[in-house]
């Protein structure tokens, strides 16, 4: 590539609409030629060595349940225009998949994730770093949703998981990141305002042509 690709990253509390937001401003920079959205979830640590059992009480709200070193490693070679090999994770067997999945260099990258801002060195990476928030009881009811729909999970194991270890480890490791953030959002609003304030900050960081493709986000 002829340019740096511009990296933004999203962060917030689970359920707060992080991926949302991430969908939609691929859509209104371009498309998926053009911007790319990795999910910091893709990185959780493979749990192929621990029994069922064990698997049930891991806590993977913490920074540590994710592999930062590959995390931090393929990101960085997103953010200098190579294409990286990014895992897939199996949420239900808690174990990574056979085939990584190619992400290719694109103009724009999307990073997204709870502790997309956590790390010193990631963050340093982010020419634009977004905070969604959202209310507890929005982002638990979209997590009961999300988990019974993609990770067979009943609403009581979503709430014992929440109260134990989601809600916590927020409070402890992720709201403080929001300090972090060039443009902080409400994941409770209306999704297009939330694009047009990222790219606003874009362009007051590169210039209108950097997102001229912005005006699709209605």
Request: charged share 30%; with cysteine.
């Amino acid at each position: 590539m002829s340019e740096r690709p511009y990296l933004i990253g999203i962060a917030g509390a689970s359920g707060s609409g992080k991926t949302l937001l991430a969908q939609r401003l691929v859509d209104a920079l371009g498309g998926p030629g053009a911007a790319a959205v990795v999910a910091l979830d893709s990185y959780f640590r493979d749990l192929s060595h621990l029994t069922e059992a064990e698997c049930d009480e891991w806590n993977f709200d913490r920074p540590e349940s994710l592999e930062y070193e590959l995390a931090a490693r393929q990101i960085e070679a997103l953010a200098r225009g190579k294409s990286i090999e990014k895992p897939v994770y199996n949420y239900a067997t808690h174990r990574r998949g056979p085939r990584a999945e190619h992400v290719a260099p694109a103009r724009f990258v999307i990073i997204e994730g709870l502790y997309t801002l956590y790390w010193d060195a990631m963050r340093a990476l982010f020419r634009t770093k977004v905070f969604v928030e959202a209310r507890d009881a929005v982002c638990l009811a979209r997590r009961e949703d999300r988990d019974a729909r993609e990770r067979g999970r009943t609403p009581e194991q979503v709430v014992i998981q929440w109260e134990a270890t989601v809600r916590p480890m927020y409070e402890r490791h992720i709201a403080p990141t929001k300090r972090f953030a060039d443009v902080v959002v409400d994941g409770e609003g209306d999704v297009g305002t939330n694009v047009r304030a990222v790219v606003a900050h874009m362009q007051r960081q590169v210039g209108r042509s950097c997102c001229s493709s912005s005006g699709k986000e209605t």
